[in-house]
């Protein structure tokens, strides 16, 4: 083109205004005789090359979290960035994620599946609570419990799992769960797990295996984890206020109730209440296992006691005595005699120096109470005897005289 241009009898320096390059370009191009070649630049192996092969194995283990992965192979010597590895994972990601999987039954009594989810509530000043729904489905039946608790703590944990326990009437052979810390300390794809010990004691004293699903594959669990969808796709929509968690478990049992456990389930096109009168549970431990050492407190004379700012109602006849306090941590406060035996339950008082009483605790507190009390001043009795009047002997001389005349 340049060529063509000066054969036209056009400068140099228009030349270089018409193709906006420099004119000292242009000289240089008049004065060569060949055509310019352009040789492709040597490429420098790719610092993931090495690791391609580990992370296609990975990926098709289910695992597609890309910082996951990062983590592992700079423990084995990768020293390039994460651009490059979200950029050779994305196209594979897909394919990664939608797998042929056989759909895994379980016969009546031999497992539960247990799962954690995450919801918030709004107060009226805009501002989040977050809470926490415990979710355990009965794998043959897909009969669901679900309690919604302040945290995911070990306590919170076998607390929920005691009052499912109650729910089904038994306990399943296994209980499948994902990798959560309060179960499993520590795990690995190959090797045995290591268990919470606290966890461990509570498996030991409800007789029933805890099981974990693979990493990274929660089609394993896939019961319960559309468990946790179901819950909030049908029940959480429904929801327009809550006066706090003992109100807003009272609402998921009635729509477990009415709702959720009666209907025609999308998988097995039974309805879960009708099937679960094949599950063949084994028997709850009668004596509850208390994890943690309750907080004592002593019955005052008004048949209260004292726990966290608040004051909280007992059965009088317990006036006196030693109980011990719980919070379950979904809304509840439950008291226990020295035995262990739940004597009292309220619901969770919001702030301070409130009075929560049950009026039941107080029935017979009159009768129960009047007691035969010393006199503390003499007592007056009017005088009952009969009065006599006397009379001088001599009146009764005259009358004597009187009667023989």
């Known amino acids: 083109m340049i060529r063509d241009l000066k054969s036209k009898g056009l400068s140099n320096i228009q030349i270089a205004q018409m193709l906006s390059i420099d004119r000292k370009t242009v000289s240089k191009w008049l004065c060569t005789t060949e055509l310019p070649k352009y040789q492709k630049r040597a490429t420098s192996p790719s610092k993931l090359a090495p690791f391609k092969t580990y992370i296609l194995a990975r990926m098709n283990e289910g695992c597609v979290n890309a910082n996951i992965i990062l983590d592992e192979i700079i423990a084995l010597g990768y020293q390039g960035k994460s651009t490059i590895l979200r950029v050779f994972m994305q196209p594979h990601r897909q394919s990664a994620m939608v797998k042929a999987s056989i759909r895994y039954e379980t016969p009546p009594g031999k497992q539960a599946q247990v799962d954690w989810g995450e919801f918030k509530l709004m107060y009226q000043d805009g501002s989040f609570k977050k809470v926490h729904a415990f979710v355990m489905i009965l794998g043959y039946s897909r009969i669901k419990y679900v309690e919604f608790t302040e945290d995911e703590k070990i306590d919170t944990l076998i607390g929920c799992h005691e009052r499912a326990f109650q729910f089904f009437g038994g306990v399943t052979e296994t209980i499948l769960y994902d990798n959560m810390r309060t179960v499993v300390k520590r795990s690995h794809e190959k090797g045995e797990n290591k268990w919470n010990d606290k966890f461990l004691r509570f498996v030991k004293h409800y007789n029933f295996n805890p099981l974990r699903c693979r990493p990274y ?108 306090v719980k919070d379950l941590k979904n809304g509840t406060v439950a008291i226990y005699d020295e035995l262990g035996k739940l004597i009292a339950s309220h619901c969770k008082g919001v702030g301070k120096h409130q009075y929560l009483k049950n ?13 035969n009390v010393a006199a503390t001043a003499p007592i007056l009795i009017p005088d009952q005897t009969l009065k006599v009047h006397q009379r001088p002997l001599a009146v009764y001389d005259s009358l004597v005289n009187e009667v023989i005349s």
């Not at 209907?263 to 509850?288: A, G, I, Q, S």
């Open 359 to 371: 009026k039941k605790h107080f029935e017979g507190l009159t009768s129960w109470s009047q007691k």
């Open 217 to 324: 594959h929660p089609q394993s669990k896939g019961k319960v984890e559309n468990g946790v969808k179901y819950l909030r796709i049908n029940f959480w929509p429904r929801l327009r206020t809550v006066t706090g968690l003992a109100d807003l478990n009272t609402q998921v049992k009635l729509w477990l109730d009415t709702t959720c456990n009666v209907r025609l389930h999308r998988t097995t096109r039974k309805v879960p209440l009708e099937e679960y009168k094949l599950e063949v549970l084994k028997p709850m431990n009668p004596e509850p296992f208390l994890l943690t050492d309750l907080q004592l407190r002593k019955v005052a004379k008004d048949c209260v006691v004292s726990f966290e700012g608040n004051y909280y109602s007992v059965p009088f006849h317990y006036c006196g005595h030693r109980v011990g």
